[in-house]
T-cell receptor, first 110, second 113 residues
Framework: SQQGEEDPQALSIQEGENATMNCSYKTSINNLQWYRQNSGRGLVHLILIRSNEREKHSGRLRVTLDTSKKSSSLLITASRAADTASYFCATDGSNYQLIWGAGTKLIIKP | DVKVTQSSRYLVKRTGEKVFLECVQDMDHENMFWYRQDPGLGLRLIYFSYDVKMKEKGDIPEGYSVSREKKERFSLILESASTNQTSMYLC????????????FGPGTRLTVL
């Protein structure tokens, strides 16, 4: 079952600009993860944020979590062509599963 | 460097054929997963395995079965392939624990004619 919903479904920006993607979910979570998928390939883990954290950074990535609104955002600063990919959020579900959103497709124009 | 490999990148099968998709990880992970990915639907869990010989149904197990005889290998079996099983299949593994990241294989794009 899908819990996460990413917004927007697609985003196209110029290289060097910042990209922001949002994820909303429905039930309480222990953590939320963001993954990246380059065209037609497997997913790569980017960052995990726990429910007691509000913000986390990793290089050019900044993730925020608002548990009261059941939402998270992923900010990529100073975007590069190599950031072109689909981005997925995933929340921990029952039985050790992850529950995935449908993803945001990000295109960085040179 | 951690690695999850899948037996094929592309596969074309005919309706009614039995199809085996193999996944191997070299990280000694306890948990392994099979997902299918379809446009606009994100990742949907087919089956997962806590550990050797353990398996649990995911959200869409119908038409699939799995086998985990060894820790490093998790196989997905389509007993009688149908056209609606045309999809991208992704395997992942993880150390036991929901806080741990999943490591994905490159995926198998299966077409059933």
């Amino acid at each position: 079952s899908q819990q996460g919903e990413e917004d927007p479904q697609a985003l196209s920006i110029q290289e060097g600009e910042n990209a922001t993607m949002n994820c909303s979910y429905k039930t309480s979570i222990n953590n939320l993860q963001w993954y990246r998928q380059n065209s037609g390939r497997g997913l790569v883990h980017l960052i995990l944020i726990r429910s007691n954290e509000r913000e986390k950074h990793s290089g050019r990535l900044r993730v925020t979590l608002d548990t009261s609104k059941k939402s998270s955002s992923l900010l990529i600063t100073a975007s590069r062509a190599a950031d072109t990919a689909s981005y997925f959020c995933a929340t921990d579900g029952s039985n050790y599963q992850l529950i995935w959103g449908a993803g945001t497709k990000l295109i960085i124009k040179p | 460097d951690v690695k999850v490999t899948q037996s094929s990148r592309y596969l074309v099968k005919r309706t009614g054929e039995k199809v085996f998709l193999e996944c191997v990880q070299d990280m000694d992970h306890e948990n392994m997963f099979w997902y299918r990915q379809d446009p606009g639907l994100g990742l949907r869990l087919i089956y997962f395995s806590y550990d050797v010989k353990m398996k649990e149904k995911g959200d869409i197990p119908e038409g699939y079965s799995v086998s985990r005889e060894k820790k490093e290998r998790f196989s997905l079996i389509l007993e009688s392939a149908s056209t609606n099983q045309t999809s991208m299949y992704l395997c992942a593994s993880r150390l036991a624990g929901a806080d741990n990241e999943q490591f994905f294989g490159p995926g198998t794009r299966l077409t059933v004619l």
